[in-house]
């Protein structure tokens, strides 16, 4: 809700470019980067107000990026 305070707006866009290091590291901390954007998601969805998040990786790195986002939300 800070961000509503902070940054007024009718939606909401996060662009994580470079986050090759994010699908590296370990599988908890990972989790942990998607729960927080997921309960995110979930608060501003309640507000009907769109919260998305975006990834940038290298293309060698897709399907890694793939596997981990798909576990990760389960």
């Given at each position: 809700?800070?961000?509503?305070?902070?940054?007024?707006?009718?939606?909401?866009?996060?662009?994580?470019?470079?986050?090759?290091?994010?699908?590296?590291?370990?599988?908890l901390?990972?989790?942990?980067?998607?729960?927080?954007?997921?309960?995110?998601?979930?608060?501003?969805?309640?507000?009907?107000?769109?919260?998305?998040?975006?990834?940038?990786?290298?293309?060698?790195?897709?399907?890694?990026?793939?596997?981990r986002?798909?576990?990760?939300?389960?």
């Amino acid at each position: 809700e800070d961000l509503n305070v902070m940054i007024p707006a009718k939606g909401y866009v996060i662009y994580v470019s470079h986050a090759n290091a994010l699908f590296r590291n370990s599988s908890l901390d990972f989790n942990a980067f998607v729960d927080t954007f997921q309960e995110a998601s979930e608060f501003w969805n309640q507000k009907n107000i769109p919260f998305k998040v975006f990834f940038q990786a290298n293309p060698e790195n897709a399907e890694i990026a793939r596997r981990r986002l798909t576990k990760a939300i389960g």
